[in-house]
């Protein structure tokens, strides 16, 4: 009887979890205005902010909703403080603002740039209890504000859901950016050997194929106000001190979501006097081993991989077997990673910007000297030495053993 | 003897003494918050820990293993005299009424800034008090019961947690961080390690309730590894997830890591789960405690109806934390960091038992059961 009541008790204080909402705050979800995405500003006197709020009625009919229309509202707020601007915020909204569902985090170049703003902008979020560190973080060019909640947002019907999205599937595949969240960006912040990364949003513009075909599609100025903007999230931006630093591009952002352990999958083209090679490097990683050589910090970055070839385009007209290339095609493709990996490091320099973490590199193989290093100041990026090591095996992926040009039509038989 | 005593188990007593003194790392993680910092270390300090629970536990377990029998104040009467007894009473009563006071303040310092924003604090305190005190009231037996249903849900939880956080870990927070840590400042973090820990001095209290074929130094050795084991699956994932920084500056860093947990975009926010498993843990703490300076204000001064002292060391508490001094945050996170009382913890834990055992071993004191059988 006993074990039977503590059976019993077991289950219904296990069923109690379900009553749980995980909204800490002591109100009524449907008194909440829930943000969805949040941008903030500083115009070097002003902290503004907007937030997407979920219209809940809108999310409900989410699939009955048409492509473009949006299921949240905007809210604009501005003021002396970060307290002040999401107060006035609060002003417009009927409902009391709750940011623990806050999927993206947009901050904008000007204000990332200004470290005394970034560093009370963290300072009030971070004391906040409904403060969300897994949402992602974006930065974006001050110019773009208006095309934030505007933009294209593909399938979903609100921005802060699209962007989540985005970091949800596109690691998966193929993508440059590095999808940090606001939690790995304080992590960096606050690590002394390694800088912070954000990604950087830009806009394109892409006129709507419909109606370019139109026959009344011919006024330009008419043409440039019905472009849609699509995000364009295929850019890295630096920071250094928590204050940011520069932009990287494209393929530059590579290195860096390897050495940070983020990279899934990248695709890159590698050319010499006889053939064009398309690779997909899959599960790399890197590793800095750091060292001193002449008075310089020497970095020596070991990067392992699968590499897999897509496709061999023959300058020739030499039909030559894949399998007696191996060495060729691998020794291709170190010299293709080296040329992009020089030029991020380039970039790196450039702004003085760690984001590899050779810092903590040199921390977890000589912490003494790491130490000695940041007293005297002397972690000099700038001033390093880097070179390349590859561990990288030959792989054909796929259902495949025999590419489909190979396949022969008859069986062979004596 | 009193025969109708509660009987405690071996299962029991580990779970009750393990899951009890994980709370404090739970709600507050003291260990992050020393005054010397200790950077990725810290949870090295905690397996450093593991000989100095030992070595300070020892008195105690060695009083537990010889005198199974005796209740603390006959054991401290016949080693010390009686007002020797009392004296040692009242001052460990006020030792362990003191830090349940500290314990209570952690949980509702986390309770008003990450829970309950803006809730009365009084409030909080009330909700808490009237279970501790009811708690108390049913004796160390329903206490002990109550932990092996809650405290293994408890458990389950931080093992749950640890897996489902596995995203959000970052292995360079594990990167030396912090400042150079020497030998010796590992040692003396593990050693207040001990002194956060230091309540399971209740063992001396609660010892002729735990059933007689019970082995005490295995009991402590099992409850201790188990503690450091949970300490470790609650620091680690902590430590990976939000960096030495961040879990420093954080009122409570194990709910901010919690909140950071989630899988498949599916499982998301579940930090009030956990929150939901710990409060049954945290009142079986807090009762332990209460139920233990009971005990020790009973033998010192004896009633025939001990609950009058569990209603009034529970007042007792609830009415101090009103105070100004615990109502203002500020205030009262400076009070629950000071070291101090994790330095002085220590000593009372390993002095208080030491001169008992010295006494006993003088005065040759002999168990009950022996004196009996001669």
């Given at each position: 009887m006993r074990r039977i009541v503590t059976i019993l008790s077991i289950i219904s204080f296990s069923l109690g979890a379900i009553l749980l909402s995980s909204c800490s705050y002591l109100v009524e979800p449907q008194t909440l205005a829930v943000v969805s995405c949040a941008l903030y500003d500083y115009d070097g006197e002003k902290f503004i902010v907007d937030y997407e709020i979920i219209a809940p009625a809108a999310a409900a009919k989410d699939s009955s909703l048409k492509l473009g229309e949006r299921a949240g509202i905007i809210i604009h707020?501005?003021?002396?403080?970060v307290e002040t601007a999401i107060a006035n915020a609060g002003r417009q909204t009927e409902r009391l603002i709750y940011s623990a569902s806050c999927r993206a985090r947009i901050f904008t170049e000007r204000l990332a740039r200004d470290r005394k703003a970034m560093s009370k902008m963290f300072d009030y979020l971070m004391r906040q209890p409904d403060f969300r560190e897994t949402a992602v973080l974006f930065i974006v060019n001050e110019n773009d504000i208006d095309k934030v909640f505007s933009a294209d947002t593909g399938l979903t019907h609100l921005t802060g859901e699209y962007l989540m999205g985005l970091s949800d599937s596109q690691p998966k595949s193929e993508s440059t950016a590095p999808f940090t969240t606001t939690l790995s960006f304080i992590n960096a912040a606050l690590s002394s050997g390694i800088e912070p990364v954000a990604t950087y949003i830009s806009f394109e513009t892409k006129h709507d194929s419909a109606m370019e075909g139109s026959e009344s599609g011919g006024n330009e100025a008419e043409n440039s106000e019905n472009a849609a903007a699509h995000f364009n999230l295929n850019s890295i931006a630096l920071f250094k001190n928590c204050e940011m630093a520069g932009v990287l591009y494209e393929n530059d952002a590579l290195l860096i979501n390897i050495l940070r352990g983020d990279e899934k999958q990248h695709s890159l083209d590698a050319e010499d006097e006889d053939m064009l090679i398309c690779f997909a490097f899959s599960k790399m990683k890197g590793k800095i081993k750091a060292s001193e050589k002449d008075?310089?910090?020497?970095?020596?970055?070991?990067?392992?991989g699968q590499l897999n070839v897509n496709d061999v385009i023959f300058k020739t007209d030499e039909d030559v077997e894949l399998s007696d290339l191996n060495d060729e095609i691998i020794e291709i493709a170190e010299k293709r990673l080296t040329e992009v990996f020089t030029k991020t490091i380039k970039e790196l320099k450039k702004y003085d910007c760690d984001a590899i973490g050779s810092g903590n590199a040199i921390a977890s193989q000589d912490y003494d000297k790491w130490m000695k290093i940041k007293k005297d100041g002397t972690?000099?990026?700038?001033?390093?030495?880097?070179?390349?090591?590859?561990?990288?095996?030959?792989?054909?992926?796929g259902e495949l053993t025999t590419p489909f040009g190979k396949m022969s039509t008859e069986t062979d038989t004596d | 003897m009193d025969n109708a005593r509660p009987k405690i188990s071996f299962l029991q007593g580990v779970l009750t003494l393990s899951g009890s003194l994980l709370m404090l790392s739970f709600y507050m993680m003291p260990m992050v918050k020393s005054n010397k910092p200790m950077g990725s270390n810290v949870w090295l300090s905690i397996l450093v820990a593991i000989p100095y629970f030992v070595v300070f536990g020892a008195p105690t377990v060695l009083i537990a293993a010889k005198y199974k029998i005796e209740s603390f104040g006959d054991l401290a009467e016949k080693a010390l005299g009686k007002t020797g007894m009392k004296i040692t009473a009242v001052f460990l009563a006020l030792f362990l009424l003191v830090s349940n006071m500290v314990y209570v303040v952690v949980f509702g310092l986390f309770a008003r800034e990450s829970l309950l924003e803006g809730f009365p604090l009084w409030l909080i305190y009330a909700v808490t008090a009237v279970p501790i005190i009811y708690t108390t009231t049913k004796g160390i037996g329903s206490v002990c019961r109550m932990a092996t249903v809650f405290i293994p849900l408890m458990f389950i939880g931080i093992i749950v947690f640890a897996i489902l956080?596995?995203?959000?870990?970052?292995?360079?927070?594990?990167?030396?961080?912090g400042g150079k840590v020497s030998l010796l400042d590992l040692n003396i973090q593990a050693i207040l390690i001990v002194g956060q820990s230091s309540e399971f001095v209740a063992i001396l209290v609660f010892n002729r309730n735990l059933n007689k074929k019970v082995n005490r130094e295995?009991?402590?050795?099992?409850?201790?590894?188990?503690?450091?084991?949970f300490m470790l699956l609650i620091v680690l994932p902590t430590l990976l997830t939000l960096g030495y920084e961040y879990m420093r500056s954080a009122v409570n860093p194990y709910f901010v890591f919690m909140r950071q947990v989630g899988m498949y975009g599916d499982i998301e926010r579940i930090q009030a789960l956990g929150v939901f498993l710990s409060i049954p843990a945290f009142l079986i703490r807090a009762a332990t405690q209460n139920c233990a300076v009971t005990e020790v204000l009973n033998c010192a001064f004896p009633k025939p109806d001990k609950r009058i002292f569990s209603v009034g060391a529970g007042l007792c508490i609830f009415l101090t934390l009103l105070l100004p001094t615990f109502t203002e945050s500020a205030k009262f996170s400076d009070f629950v960091s000071v070291p101090y009382f994790e330095a002085a913890s220590v000593i009372i834990v390993f002095v208080l038992p030491l001169i008992l055992l010295i006494f006993l071993k003088v005065r040759k004191i002999k168990p009950v059961e022996e004196t009996v059988r001669n």
């Open positions: 707020g501005d003021g002396d403080c008075g310089k910090l020497d970095l020596k970055i070991v990067i392992k972690h000099d990026f700038q001033d390093s030495n880097v070179h390349f090591e590859y561990d990288i095996s030959f792989a054909r992926i | 956080g596995f995203n959000s870990y970052e292995l360079y927070n594990l990167a030396p961080s295995k009991f402590f050795c099992v409850a201790t590894l188990i503690l450091i084991a």
